[in-house]
């Protein structure tokens, strides 16, 4: 039925590349060209065609799909009828023996919605539980665990390949897309704000030798090596939280600290706006429909974490002050979490291969 299928990944943790692996061997069985993209910074490339499906597969990010992917998918250029389908993965987890599915809100519904909008047919979504990996906020699945989720979605992801690849279409309920449209306000302040903020948790600890591997994984370029002597990652507000360089660091030494969250929230909620709007703005501005004190408040919030992050870089440079701070942190005692199949060779491909 195709002629060819482009496979679009993007994944920190190497579960969305699973997935778009078990996909690729299913169309691979069936003897269609099979070409694989990952989904980083640099422009997709597709030719539209009606003989060609395109996969899309990427981790839920706040109950929505990551800026990365969105982005990339405005930038494809018009389906002209190429049919696509879209699997996030999303988190599941184990706890004592009961499985736990992820919420993928509009991860799904959205991207096949934007895909419709730019000329795709789109003829499958289909959310993937794979093990959670925000081992920002909790330590990663144990083998057993990992093992067991991963062995749940295979025959899930093979099943929805083999209906596609069949000139079926397969959407999962309805369900998901309600719960994602009531959960949309959480997963709009993730995108515009959340997000900028978890970039600025990140450090690295003592343990860092500066090999570089974290900036050169990270699928946005998010990372800057700084300093003279020993360079060091320094972490941007491009960042999308994937997880890449914290799962992947072979010295496990990226590391989240809540002192730094509970240090921009007391930065972040000092009422700046309202002092500024209150002793310095004279012009009636009421009278637009915009909200002056949200605006204000956002951007002196983003300037403040830049500047009280880089505070802390160039203090972290002090190695006495980093062994103490890196001590600190929750992270530092948590089990990091990548997908058992998937290395760091996995993930550093040319951006476009065939197979
Ligand atoms: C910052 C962040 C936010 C996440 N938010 C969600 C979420 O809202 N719902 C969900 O089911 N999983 C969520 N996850 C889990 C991932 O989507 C899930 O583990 C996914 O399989 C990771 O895929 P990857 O290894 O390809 O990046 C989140 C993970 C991270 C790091
Ligand atoms: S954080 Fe890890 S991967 Fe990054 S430079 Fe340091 S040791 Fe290398
Ligand atoms: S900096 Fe780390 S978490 Fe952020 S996008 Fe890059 S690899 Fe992912």
């Given at each position: 039925?195709?002629?060819?299928?482009?496979?679009?990944?993007?994944t920190g943790?190497?579960?969305s590349?699973?997935v778009?692996?078990?996909?690729?061997?299913?169309?691979?069985?069936l003897?269609?060209e099979t070409q694989?993209?990952q989904?980083?910074?640099?422009k997709?490339?597709?030719?539209?065609n009606?003989?060609?499906l395109?996969?899309?597969?990427f981790?839920?990010?706040g109950?929505?799909?990551?800026?990365l992917?969105?982005k990339?998918?405005l930038y494809?250029?018009?389906g002209?009828g190429?049919?696509?389908v879209?699997?996030?993965?999303?988190?599941?987890?184990?706890?004592?023996?009961?499985s736990?599915?992820?919420?993928?809100?509009?991860?799904?519904?959205?991207?096949?919605?934007?895909?419709?909008?730019?000329g795709?047919r789109?003829?499958?979504?289909?959310?993937?539980d794979m093990p959670s990996?925000w081992?920002?906020?909790?330590w990663?699945l144990?083998?057993?665990?990992?093992?067991?989720?991963?062995?749940?979605a295979?025959?899930?992801v093979?099943?929805?390949?083999k209906?596609i690849l069949?000139g079926?279409?397969?959407?999962?309920?309805?369900a998901?897309l309600?719960?994602g449209?009531?959960?949309a306000p959480i997963?709009?302040?993730?995108l515009?704000?959340?997000q900028l903020?978890?970039?600025?948790?990140?450090?690295?600890?003592?343990?860092?030798?500066?090999?570089?591997?974290c900036?050169n994984?990270c699928?946005k370029?998010?990372?800057?090596?700084?300093?003279?002597?020993?360079?060091r990652p320094?972490?941007?507000y491009?960042?999308?939280?994937?997880?890449?360089?914290m799962?992947?660091?072979?010295?496990e030494?990226?590391e989240?600290s809540?002192?730094?969250?509970i240090?921009?929230y007391?930065?972040?909620?000092?009422?700046?706006?309202?002092?500024?709007?209150?002793?310095?703005v004279t012009?009636?501005?009421?009278w637009?429909?915009?909200?002056w004190?949200?605006i204000?408040?956002?951007?002196?919030?983003?300037i403040?974490?830049f500047?009280?992050?880089?505070?802390?870089h160039?203090?972290?440079?002090?190695r006495?002050?980093?062994?103490?701070?890196s001590k600190?942190t929750?992270?530092?005692y948590f089990?990091?979490?990548?997908a058992?199949?998937?290395?760091?060779?996995?993930?550093?491909?040319?951006?476009e291969?065939?197979?």
């Amino acid at each position: 039925m195709f002629e060819k299928i482009v496979v679009f990944f993007m994944t920190g943790t190497g579960n969305s590349y699973q997935v778009a692996a078990w996909f690729v061997e299913e169309a691979a069985a069936l003897g269609v060209e099979t070409q694989v993209q990952q989904i980083k910074v640099t422009k997709l490339s597709i030719e539209p065609n009606r003989r060609t499906l395109c996969v899309f597969t990427f981790p839920t990010h706040g109950f929505t799909a990551p800026w990365l992917l969105l982005k990339q998918i405005l930038y494809l250029p018009r389906g002209k009828g190429t049919v696509a389908v879209v699997l996030p993965s999303r988190a599941g987890t184990r706890i004592k023996g009961i499985s736990l599915p992820g919420m993928e809100g509009t991860a799904g519904y959205l991207t096949a919605c934007l895909l419709f909008l730019k000329g795709y047919r789109v003829k499958g979504v289909i959310g993937v539980d794979m093990p959670s990996n925000w081992t920002a906020v909790h330590w990663g699945l144990s083998k057993e665990n990992k093992e067991f989720i991963i062995s749940a979605a295979e025959p899930k992801v093979r099943h929805f390949a083999k209906v596609i690849l069949n000139g079926q279409v397969y959407f999962h309920g309805i369900a998901p897309l309600m719960l994602g449209l009531w959960l949309a306000p959480i997963s709009v302040m993730y995108l515009i704000l959340a997000q900028l903020i978890l970039s600025k948790l990140f450090f690295a600890s003592d343990k860092c030798i500066g090999c570089q591997q974290c900036a050169n994984l990270c699928p946005k370029q998010a990372i800057v090596m700084v300093g003279s002597k020993r360079k060091r990652p320094y972490w941007t507000y491009s960042c999308d939280s994937c997880m890449a360089c914290m799962n992947y660091c072979p010295y496990e030494a990226v590391e989240v600290s809540p002192i730094i969250g509970i240090m921009f929230y007391f930065i972040g909620t000092i009422p700046i706006s309202t002092y500024i709007l209150s002793h310095f703005v004279t012009l009636p501005l009421s009278w637009l429909p915009i909200n002056w004190d949200g605006i204000i408040q956002y951007i002196y919030i983003l300037i403040s974490v830049f500047l009280a992050y880089l505070l802390l870089h160039t203090a972290l440079g002090w190695r006495f002050f980093c062994i103490i701070f890196s001590k600190l942190t929750h992270t530092r005692y948590f089990r990091r979490y990548h997908a058992p199949n998937v290395s760091v060779k996995n993930l550093n491909q040319p951006s476009e291969y065939h197979r």
